[in-house]
């Protein structure tokens, strides 16, 4: 057996590193002081005699005096360049008179953590693009995996980005579920996958398996994930969570729990009554009951229970109604607990673009229902994540997780359909023509190299937005699937008003510091999509 | 101590008070002038060291760092 195509791990052809570049001739280049092209300015509310400043590519969070602000700006050399997509806040001007130079020392300090800098645009725009190319390949080392024992799933919700599957006949005969014979077939071509990646035989010791649908737990399901779990346990040690509706979650409870598939994500969509206008069986009728029964079984059992909201306008008035229910049931009590809530999409022609919010607006949208609804702050809002990673920042004084691309697709997660053929992202399976290869009959992998590099290159650096983006290495570039949505490319970036929420958070996240209000601990998600 | 000398020692430990609280007042403007960038985090940080930084990440693979949204954080 033999692997074709090699290798999967990005090379680094986008732009060499800093201090590998040709040399220039320095006397060519007229270095003047000026304002790094990634510095952040974070305005902090009802302060306006100071701000925080955050640096794109070092990491610096600083606070600084309005004179220090006003100085730094009155040497930028341009404004930010336009999004593709949404637009910056604007920031203010910049009044006659009001420019006073720091003292040397503070000039020393922003020069240290690179506010001010005497590299030339484009230098400084190559140093960013050879550090998101060195977090890219950094990412893309170790494969991680998702098994899709099945496309079928037994609930049929309206805004289902794979409701053709359940609904087209066309597409019926996706929905046939992963044998036995397949799983070893994969489970060969796991170690070779690996050695894609530069890793020898015995370099994983630990996997992550994740399993998605369609619905993976269905009932029918259980002894093809078993078989799964087998086989990952007899390679290694394995890390197991999965996407699940959990209405047959009951015929997982001895897989559930630590050491064993040890999270799940559970999607609720609103109050009972709302809730079971939108999962629906095929018959019509509510699942509600038997997800909330399923959760407190997984709950007891000690797996981590993440609820996610899938939110529109339709749905979002729903929630303070939702969170008393969710008290009610005391699942807020479970440290292994945690409900959180994302924007539906406009991914079929059953969902209104105008029913729906981007992660901007909802986070809006619940900040102004908190305030009115106090027991609403049992749901994290979409961006709380990003505020806890600010936090965190100003608590342990540390350095933030800079990221050259946005998520596993674009680095290093390999997905297993059914039929053995393998995907980069699970919201583009089931279609041939868009995976990046297959498992052969006869144990072989290949892969498409084109596909591979249509998604496994997709990063800061490859992005000419990107590369000039302040805020470039903390969004990742943003999803690929929403980018093509948007702009019919895998390839486009996905701001999705990341510059705004960004900025918000990180003043919300300093003010909480300052006042001393507690810290959520929250573990990351499955998806944010 | 005459009651009117009582008032004035008091009165003059008052303006006594009064003054150094100003004085204190204002150096703690003066510090607060001065401070004009306080650094939040990584103190040490210096972009010259970035280079090195960044080598030394990369030699030391964080399982952390690849798994950035897609894949659950144990």
Same mark, same amino acid.
């Given at each position: 057996?033999?692997?074709?195509?090699?290798?999967?791990?990005?090379?680094?052809?986008?732009?060499?590193?800093? %201090?590998?570049?040709?040399?220039?001739?320095?006397?060519?280049?007229?270095?003047?002081?000026?304002?790094?092209?990634?510095?952040?300015?974070?305005?902090?509310?009802?302060?306006?005699?100071?701000?925080?400043?955050?640096?794109?590519?070092?990491?610096?969070?600083?606070?600084?005096?309005?004179?220090?602000?006003?100085?730094?700006?009155?040497?930028?050399?341009?404004?930010?360049?336009?999004?593709?997509?949404?637009?910056?806040? #604007?920031?203010?001007?910049?009044? #006659?008179?009001?420019?006073?130079?720091?003292?040397?020392?503070?000039?020393?300090?922003?020069?240290?953590?690179?506010?001010?800098?005497?590299?030339?645009?484009?230098?400084?725009?190559?140093?960013?693009?050879?550090?998101?190319?060195?977090?890219?390949?950094?990412?893309?080392?170790?494969?991680?995996?998702?098994?899709?024992?099945?496309? !079928?799933?037994?609930?049929?919700?309206?805004?289902?980005?794979?409701?053709?599957?359940?609904?087209?006949?066309?597409?019926?005969?996706?929905?046939?579920?992963?044998?036995?014979?397949?799983?070893?077939?994969?489970?060969?071509?796991?170690?070779?996958?690996?050695?894609?990646?530069?890793?020898?035989?015995?370099?994983?010791?630990?996997?992550?398996?994740?399993?998605?649908?369609?619905?993976?737990?269905?009932?029918?399901?259980?002894?093809?994930?078993?078989?799964?779990?087998?086989?990952?346990?007899?390679?290694?040690?394995?890390?197991?969570?999965?996407?699940?509706?959990?209405?047959?979650?009951?015929?997982?409870?001895?897989?559930?729990?630590?050491?064993?598939?040890?999270?799940?994500?559970?999607?609720? !969509?609103?109050?009972?009554?709302?809730?079971?206008?939108?999962?629906?069986?095929?018959?019509?009728?509510?699942?509600?009951?038997?997800?909330?029964?399923?959760?407190?079984?997984?709950?007891?059992?000690?797996?981590?229970?993440?609820?996610?909201?899938?939110?529109?306008?339709?749905?979002?008035?729903?929630?303070?109604?939702?969170?008393?229910?969710?008290?009610?049931?005391?699942? #807020?009590?479970?440290?292994?607990?945690?409900?959180?809530?994302?924007?539906?999409?406009?991914?079929?022609?059953?969902?209104?673009?105008?029913?729906?919010?981007?992660?901007?607006?909802? !986070?809006?949208?619940?900040?102004?229902?908190?305030?009115?609804?106090?027991?609403?702050?049992?749901?994290?809002?979409? !961006?709380?994540?990003?505020?806890?990673?600010?936090?965190?920042?100003?608590?342990?004084?540390?350095?933030?997780?800079?990221?050259?691309?946005?998520?596993?697709?674009?680095?290093?997660?390999?997905?297993?359909?059914?039929?053995?053929?393998?995907?980069?992202?699970?919201?583009?399976?089931?279609?041939?023509?868009?995976?990046?290869?297959?498992?052969?009959?006869?144990?072989?992998?290949?892969?498409?190299?084109?596909?591979?590099?249509?998604?496994?290159?997709?990063?800061?650096?490859?992005?000419?937005?990107?590369?000039?983006?302040?805020?470039?290495?903390?969004?990742?570039?943003?999803?690929?699937?929403?980018?093509?949505?948007?702009?019919?490319?895998?390839?486009?970036?996905?701001?999705? %008003?990341?510059?705004?929420?960004?900025?918000?958070?990180?003043?919300?996240?300093?003010?909480?510091?300052?006042?001393?209000?507690?810290?959520?601990?929250?573990? %990351?998600?499955?998806?944010?999509? | 101590?005459?009651?009117?000398?009582?008032?004035?020692?008091?009165?003059?430990?008052?303006?006594?008070?009064?003054?150094?609280?100003?004085?204190?007042?204002?150096?703690?403007?003066?510090?607060?002038?001065?401070?004009?960038?306080?650094?939040?985090?990584?103190?040490?940080?210096?972009?010259?060291?970035?280079?090195?930084?960044?080598?030394?990440?990369?030699?030391?693979?964080?399982?952390?760092?690849?798994?950035?949204?897609?894949?659950?954080?144990?």
């Amino acid at each position: 057996m033999a692997v074709k195509l090699l290798p999967v791990i990005p090379a680094e052809i986008v732009v060499p590193r800093v %201090g590998r570049t040709e040399p220039v001739p320095t006397e060519s280049i007229e270095r003047r002081l000026r304002a790094s092209s990634y510095t952040i300015y974070v305005d902090l509310p009802n302060n306006s005699h100071e701000m925080l400043l955050v640096h794109g590519y070092t990491g610096a969070f600083d606070r600084v005096s309005g004179t220090v602000a006003t100085y730094l700006r009155s040497l930028e050399l341009r404004r930010p360049i336009r999004p593709l997509y949404g637009q910056w806040t #604007p920031e203010p001007e910049i009044a #006659p008179g009001t420019v006073a130079e720091p003292s040397a020392a503070t000039i020393g300090v922003l020069k240290r953590r690179g506010y001010l800098t005497e590299m030339t645009p484009q230098e400084e725009e190559d140093r960013l693009a050879g550090i998101a190319t060195t977090l890219h390949r950094q990412a893309s080392l170790r494969p991680n995996y998702i098994f899709m024992p099945t496309y !079928d799933c037994n609930l049929r919700c309206f805004y289902c980005f794979q409701d053709h599957m359940r609904t087209d006949p066309a597409f019926k005969h996706l929905l046939r579920t992963m044998s036995v014979g397949l799983i070893d077939r994969i489970f060969e071509g796991i170690p070779k996958l690996e050695g894609l990646h530069g890793l020898a035989p015995g370099d994983v010791n630990r996997r992550s398996i994740g399993f998605f649908g369609g619905e993976p737990l269905l009932r029918q399901n259980r002894p093809a994930v078993e078989y799964i779990m087998r086989k990952a346990e007899a390679i290694g040690e394995a890390n197991f969570w999965a996407v699940s509706n959990a209405t047959d979650l009951d015929a997982y409870s001895d897989l559930l729990g630590p050491g064993k598939i040890a999270r799940v994500q559970i999607t609720l !969509d609103g109050t009972p009554e709302e809730h079971d206008k939108r999962r629906i069986y095929a018959d019509g009728s509510g699942s509600y009951q038997r997800i909330a029964r399923n959760i407190t079984m997984a709950l007891e059992l000690g797996a981590s229970v993440d609820i996610r909201l899938n939110i529109d306008r339709n749905n979002i008035d729903t929630l303070p109604a939702l969170a008393q229910e969710m008290i009610a049931q005391g699942w #807020p009590k479970y440290p292994n607990w945690s409900a959180y809530t994302a924007p539906i999409h406009a991914t079929n022609e059953k969902t209104e673009r105008k029913t729906t919010y981007t992660s901007w607006g909802l !986070d809006k949208a619940l900040e102004e229902r908190r305030e009115l609804h106090p027991e609403m702050r049992v749901i994290d809002r979409p !961006d709380d994540g990003l505020k806890d990673q600010a936090r965190s920042i100003f608590v342990n004084e540390g350095l933030p997780s800079h990221k050259g691309q946005f998520c596993g697709a674009n680095s290093s997660m390999y997905i297993f359909d059914a039929f053995g053929d393998l995907y980069a992202c699970w919201e583009r399976t089931g279609d041939q023509k868009i995976r990046i290869g297959n498992v052969e009959p006869d144990g072989e992998v290949n892969l498409s190299q084109f596909v591979v590099n249509a998604w496994r290159t997709r990063n800061v650096a490859s992005n000419a937005i990107c590369r000039q983006c302040r805020y470039a290495l903390h969004c990742g570039g943003g999803c690929a699937v929403l980018a093509e949505g948007r702009r019919g490319t895998l390839s486009a970036n996905f701001c999705d %008003g990341y510059a705004a929420r960004f900025r918000a958070m990180v003043a919300e996240a300093y003010l909480d510091h300052e006042s001393g209000v507690a810290m959520n601990v929250r573990e %990351g998600r499955v998806c944010d999509l | 101590m005459s009651a009117k000398a009582a008032c004035a020692t008091s009165s003059h430990w008052e303006v006594m008070l009064v003054h150094e609280q100003e004085l204190e007042t204002r150096e703690g403007l003066d510090r607060l002038e001065m401070s004009e960038i306080l650094s939040l985090n990584a103190s040490d940080l210096d972009v010259e060291e970035l280079e090195s930084r960044l080598e030394m990440a990369t030699a030391v693979p964080n399982a952390d760092c690849w798994t950035n949204v897609c894949v659950i954080h144990f």
